[in-house]
Protein backbone atom coordinates (compact mmCIF):
# COMPACT_ATOMS: atom_id res chain seq x y z
CA UNK A 1 0.00 0.00 0.00
CA UNK A 2 0.93 3.39 -0.37
CA UNK A 3 -0.26 6.53 1.76
CA UNK A 4 -2.63 8.77 0.50
CA UNK A 5 -3.30 12.58 1.79
CA UNK A 6 -6.01 14.60 0.66
CA UNK A 7 -6.85 18.29 1.30
CA UNK A 8 -8.83 21.00 0.11
CA UNK A 9 -12.16 20.00 1.00
CA UNK A 10 -14.71 22.37 3.08
CA UNK A 11 -17.72 24.39 3.13
CA UNK A 12 -19.07 26.34 0.27
CA UNK A 13 -21.99 27.69 -1.34
CA UNK A 14 -24.21 26.27 -3.91
CA UNK A 15 -22.60 27.42 -7.27
CA UNK A 16 -19.21 27.52 -6.04
CA UNK A 17 -16.30 25.53 -6.34
CA UNK A 18 -13.55 23.76 -4.76
CA UNK A 19 -10.54 21.30 -5.36
CA UNK A 20 -9.44 18.74 -4.04
CA UNK A 21 -5.82 17.18 -3.87
CA UNK A 22 -4.44 13.81 -3.07
CA UNK A 23 -1.11 13.37 -2.67
CA UNK A 24 0.92 9.75 -2.41
CA UNK A 25 3.64 8.50 -0.87
CA UNK A 26 4.80 6.39 -3.71
CA UNK A 27 4.59 5.71 -7.67
CA UNK A 28 0.77 4.45 -8.08
CA UNK A 29 -0.68 3.67 -11.23
CA UNK A 30 -4.32 4.62 -11.63
CA UNK A 31 -5.97 6.99 -8.60
CA UNK A 32 -9.69 8.44 -8.27
CA UNK A 33 -12.11 10.23 -5.76
CA UNK A 34 -14.90 8.41 -4.29
CA UNK A 35 -17.46 9.74 -2.30
CA UNK A 36 -19.73 8.72 0.44
CA UNK A 37 -22.67 10.31 2.73
CA UNK A 38 -24.38 8.52 5.80
CA UNK A 39 -26.21 5.41 5.47
CA UNK A 40 -24.36 4.89 1.76
CA UNK A 41 -22.03 3.03 -0.20
CA UNK A 42 -18.85 4.86 -1.70
CA UNK A 43 -19.29 5.74 -4.86
CA UNK A 44 -17.45 6.42 -7.95
CA UNK A 45 -16.69 10.40 -9.12
CA UNK A 46 -13.37 10.18 -11.06
CA UNK A 47 -10.72 8.09 -11.60
CA UNK A 48 -7.17 9.02 -14.16
CA UNK A 49 -4.98 6.53 -15.32
CA UNK A 50 -0.81 6.99 -15.15
CA UNK A 51 -1.25 7.65 -18.63
CA UNK A 52 -3.90 10.27 -18.14
CA UNK A 53 -7.54 8.55 -19.31
CA UNK A 54 -10.51 9.48 -17.54
CA UNK A 55 -13.66 8.30 -15.89
CA UNK A 56 -16.57 9.83 -14.77
CA UNK A 57 -19.99 9.14 -12.80
CA UNK A 58 -22.58 10.69 -14.61
CA UNK A 59 -23.72 12.77 -11.64
CA UNK A 60 -20.39 15.02 -12.21
CA UNK A 61 -20.12 15.05 -15.60
CA UNK A 62 -19.01 18.69 -17.01
CA UNK A 63 -19.01 19.96 -13.52
CA UNK A 64 -15.83 17.84 -12.15
CA UNK A 65 -12.47 17.66 -13.84
CA UNK A 66 -9.87 15.30 -12.65
CA UNK A 67 -6.25 15.77 -13.50
CA UNK A 68 -2.94 14.54 -11.94
CA UNK A 69 1.13 15.49 -11.88
CA UNK A 70 2.94 12.04 -11.99
CA UNK A 71 5.85 14.00 -11.06
CA UNK A 72 4.46 15.09 -7.60
CA UNK A 73 2.32 11.52 -7.32
CA UNK A 74 -0.68 14.28 -7.34
CA UNK A 75 -4.57 13.98 -8.59
CA UNK A 76 -6.45 16.81 -8.39
CA UNK A 77 -10.71 17.06 -8.24
CA UNK A 78 -11.60 20.62 -9.66
CA UNK A 79 -15.34 20.89 -8.63
CA UNK A 80 -17.51 23.84 -10.21
CA UNK A 81 -21.07 24.11 -10.47
CA UNK A 82 -21.46 22.57 -6.50
CA UNK A 83 -24.67 21.54 -5.55
CA UNK A 84 -25.99 20.43 -2.21
CA UNK A 85 -25.96 16.68 -3.34
CA UNK A 86 -22.70 16.84 -3.90
CA UNK A 87 -22.27 17.03 0.12
CA UNK A 88 -19.97 13.83 1.08
CA UNK A 89 -16.55 12.26 2.46
CA UNK A 90 -14.76 12.08 -0.47
CA UNK A 91 -12.03 9.48 -0.35
CA UNK A 92 -8.89 9.29 -2.89
CA UNK A 93 -7.88 5.73 -3.81
CA UNK A 94 -4.91 4.42 -5.91
CA UNK A 95 -3.63 1.13 -7.78
CA UNK A 96 -0.20 -0.23 -7.86
CA UNK A 97 0.56 -1.70 -10.98
CA UNK A 98 -1.33 -5.19 -11.43
CA UNK A 99 -3.84 -4.41 -8.52
CA UNK A 100 -7.12 -5.02 -9.85
CA UNK A 101 -9.18 -3.09 -7.06
CA UNK A 102 -8.09 0.66 -5.16
CA UNK A 103 -5.42 -0.91 -2.45
CA UNK A 104 -4.87 2.23 -0.89
CA UNK A 105 -7.37 5.05 0.89
CA UNK A 106 -7.02 8.49 2.50
CA UNK A 107 -8.70 9.20 5.49
CA UNK A 108 -11.48 11.10 3.83
CA UNK A 109 -12.22 14.73 3.69
CA UNK A 110 -15.76 16.64 4.08
CA UNK A 111 -17.00 18.86 1.53
CA UNK A 112 -20.37 20.91 2.33
CA UNK A 113 -22.38 22.26 -0.47
CA UNK A 114 -25.21 24.83 1.29
CA UNK A 115 -28.36 25.93 -0.48
Known amino acids: QVQLVESGGGLVQAGGSLILSCVAS?????MGWYRQTPGNQRELVATITSAGATNYADSVKGRFTISRDNAKNTIYLQMNSLKPEDTAVYYC????????????WGQGIQVTVSS
Open 26 to 30: GSVNT
Open 93 to 104: AAKRLLEIRFGS
